[in-house]
């Protein structure tokens, strides 16, 4: 992918700390990452609006089984977290 230096304005502390946590060579890289999650996320709020103008909001129903398969994923995923009590081990 080709890239174009741009010049942007942050919050000297958060710099800073980002910097530190990642190295300066990482730094871009890292900041990449940031605005693809954004825009995923900002794709997805549209997504989202898009579907309850057509089909209209949430009942609770469906809210509550949203919720529920949440966190039924989180439980899969912090059961498979490194260091989680009965998840797998290196050998």
């Known amino acids: 992918m080709a890239t174009k230096k741009y010049t942007v ?3 000297e502390e958060l710099a800073e700390e980002i910097r530190g946590e990642v190295g300066p060579g990482a730094f871009s890289a ?11 996320q900002d794709r997805l709020g549209e997504l989202v ?3 309850q103008e057509k089909h209209g909001p949430l009942t609770e129903e469906e ?10 994923i989180e439980r899969w995923f912090e059961e498979r977290a490194p260091g989680a009590h009965g998840g797998a081990t290196a050998a």
């Open 9 to 11: 304005t942050l919050p």
């Open 30 to 40: 890292y900041v990449t990452h940031a605005i693809e999650r954004q825009r995923e």
């Open 49 to 51: 609006a898009w579907m």
């Open 63 to 72: 809210q509550a089984a949203a919720s529920a398969e949440l966190r039924e």
